[in-house]
């Protein structure tokens, strides 16, 4: 795996935790299991957010030893190979319990790297 700039990565992550957080808004778990579109949407951002984080170094990670990184790095590969096995309520908890403080933890090594985090 070729190293990529922490910057970018990081970039990338915020971007797709906030284009959930945007998109699912106000919804509740009913409303995504009829959003053929929202769903995936949901679950590209994930992969996403699951591809960034395997380019993380675990020195940057370890700045947020409360993320289940092994388990986001790992929810790329079953949206991927084992979509079929995808159950709603499960993504949907992805969104509900785990997404802010991913953002949190995201800014937070945004700033150790830049010294700043982003307004967005």
Do not use: C
């Not at 700039?5 to 957080?21: H, R, T």
């Not at 579109?37 to 409360?66: C, F, G, M, N």
């Amino acid at each position: 795996m070729a190293m990529r700039s922490n910057g970018p990565v990081l970039s990338e992550m915020l971007d797709a935790v906030i284009g959930i957080k945007t998109h699912t808004f106000g919804k509740s778990l009913t409303e995504f299991e009829q959003d053929w579109l929202l769903k995936l949407a949901v679950q590209r951002a994930l992969e996403i957010i699951s591809e960034a984080a395997r380019h993380l170094p675990d020195d940057l990670t370890a700045l947020a030893p409360d993320v289940p990184w092994k388990q986001i790095r790992g929810i790329g590969n079953i949206l991927r190979h084992e979509y079929h096995k995808i159950a709603d309520d499960v993504v949907w908890a992805v969104v509900t319990d785990h997404i802010q403080p991913l953002e949190d933890a995201v800014r937070l090594m945004m700033r150790a790297t830049t010294g700043s985090s982003p307004s967005r």
